[in-house]
């Protein structure tokens, strides 16, 4: 592309990244009711607005997948250190709102997170150690309501 500003480029939580272990490449066309293709080509999809018969996914969708997958590693990357055993079984069911509020468009989520086996205090320090170490919860950590259940 040519002509090209960099518009922002902040360091706002003044975070000194060591190594940068991997970069999502995704070309989106068309917004909302476009299409999304990966570089590597493995995501290749239409996208579409939330509640709409379009027959592709949505961002607040994507969000969710992600978000999850993310959190689940970091359950299973915080497990061994607290000498807790993670369910092979351990799930997420992920819920990303778009919403209006009083300043515009918001996000707001729940992540209901399902660890059969464990006992409610295994649970709940898995879960804390997660919140606390998955790159989706840093990123969203003060910018939008976030409620997180457990199950056991």
């Not at 918001?106 to 804390?128: D, F, H, I, S, W």
């Amino acid at each position: 592309m040519e002509n090209q500003n960099v518009i922002e480029s902040a360091n706002t939580l003044n975070v000194v990244i060591n190594k940068v272990l991997y970069t999502g490449k995704v070309h989106v066309s068309g917004g909302r009711e476009g299409f999304a293709k990966s570089s590597d080509g493995v995501l290749d999809t239409a996208l579409s607005s939330p509640g709409s018969t379009g027959k592709g996914t949505n961002p607040e969708q994507l969000f969710a997948a992600g978000w999850a997958a993310c959190f689940i590693g970091a359950m299973k990357h915080n497990a061994p250190q607290l000498k807790i055993a993670l369910p092979v079984d351990a799930a997420i069911d992920a819920e990303v709102d778009l919403a209006l509020a009083d300043s515009g468009f918001n996000l707001q989520a729940r992540l209901n997170v399902v660890l059969p086996g464990l006992t409610y205090e295994e649970a709940k320090t898995v879960v804390e150690a997660a919140h606390q170490t998955c790159p989706y919860s840093k990123a969203t950590r003060g910018n939008i309501n976030v409620q997180i259940n457990v199950a056991i």
